[in-house]
């Protein structure tokens, strides 16, 4: 299988209170010096093991990859395509955030080569978005919903957060409704979950905010695949809704155990038997290219139980399931017969999946499923 490029752009505009993943708050000048480091780290690695791969995935993720100009996203896919072999039709992805977005920005994206967008909305509720910590507004997410359409993307996936403290069920699915029918091929949504150390783990911790129980965010995942099935799109990963041929092959990579390069700060590689990670700091990271050294930060051989486990982790959540022999070596048989009898699993041959009842709590079963 070919390929997919995870290019890490570690900016935001403010730091959302739910959010644990590595991103900073960069000014104009910090962020052309890490653009300009992003280059150095492609340049190092053109003579590397990953040059000699086939591409045809590239996903720029963060942070909040829109704070780049257009023209230097155009740069940065310029020299990945002269640097690895990237194929004509890849799958270009780019995150990109409301507030940071306009007609002319998407159209310039267009142009940089981007051609599948996927939008940071979360939620269409101001008292909900203030409560992740989101600058933007609902009229904002809309407008550029919007203006992403007029710029002539027509593939666009929306983001959304469900179990956000306050919201209500008739909330979710009129929110559910209102994407399903602007125009999206794609979306992800996520159930809220209270990361160690966030500021909202603060506020709930403090009684400024009630989380939503699992009882009720168990009836709106089943709301969400209720509404957006009866709009034409299928699940295909426990978070994931596509319209037929717009599931996102980047994504597909991690789940399928395929290989990938992450460029940027805190981005993660898999070659099928290595696992590494770039160093989880800016300023490292550009000392560290800049002085002509490979920014890695963590690196280890897996072991086919190890791999095994990761087939098994990631696999399971799609909904083509994972072979019975790609994750022999940690599979609990009694567990799964257990769980086929009690309709979280279906075999088929031997493949096993999830049933619908095993998405509401897809983690459980795998780790139910994996041997001592």
């Known amino acids: 299988m070919p390929a997919g490029i995870y290019v890490h752009i570690p900016f935001c505009l403010s730091k959302c209170s739910y959010c644990d993943f590595y991103s900073i708050v960069g000014d104009r000048q910090l962020i052309d010096d890490f653009a300009g480091a992003l280059l150095a780290e492609i340049e190092l ?70 051609n599948r967008l996927s939008l940071g909305v979360q ?107 009866s709009h034409g799109f299928g699940r295909y990963e426990v978070s994931n809704f596509a319209r037929p041929g717009f599931e996102c092959r980047h994504n597909l990579k991690y789940w399928n155990d395929n290989k990938y390069l992450g460029l940027g700060p805190a981005a993660h590689s898999y070659d099928g038997d290595r696992r590494s990670s770039n160093v989880k700091n800016v300023a490292g990271y550009i000392s560290s290219v800049k002085s002509g050294r490979l920014p890695v930060g963590f690196k280890e051989h897996l072991t086919e139980n190890q791999k095994a486990r990761e087939r098994l982790m990631m696999g399971l959540r799609t909904a083509e399931g994972v072979t019975l022999e790609s994750v022999d070596p940690i599979l609990d048989s009694g567990a799964m017969q257990q769980l086929l009898l009690q309709d979280y699993i279906k075999r088929t041959n031997d493949i096993i999946a999830l049933t619908d009842k095993g998405f509401l709590i897809a983690d459980e079963i795998i780790v139910k499923l994996i041997r001592g």
Do not use: C
């Open 123 to 229: 939620a269409l509720n101001d008292a909900y978005l203030r409560t992740l910590g989101r600058i933007h507004t609902a009229k904002t997410a809309r407008r550029a919903l919007a203006d992403a359409f007029k710029a002539g993307f027509d593939n666009v996936s929306v983001d959304l957060i469900f179990a956000i403290p306050g919201q209500s069920m008739a909330d979710w699915k009129n929110t559910l409704e209102e994407i399903a029918e602007t125009g999206p091929v794609h979306l992800s949504a996520y159930g809220l979950t209270i990361e160690p150390g966030t500021p909202l783990e603060k506020d709930i911790g403090e009684g400024k905010v009630t989380p939503v129980d699992s009882d009720s965010q168990a009836e709106m995942y089943i709301a969400l695949n209720e509404i957006m099935v």
């Open 45 to 114: 690695l053109s003579d590397s093991k990953w040059q000699n791969r086939v591409y045809n995935t590239v996903f720029f993720g963060g942070g909040t990859p829109s704070l780049l100009k257009p023209e230097i996203v155009a740069e940065i896919s310029r020299r990945l395509r002269q640097v690895f072999n990237i194929t004509p039709n890849a799958e270009i992805s780019l995150e990109a955030n409301p507030e940071t977005v306009t007609v002319s920005n998407f159209e310039g994206l267009r142009k940089a080569g981007i």
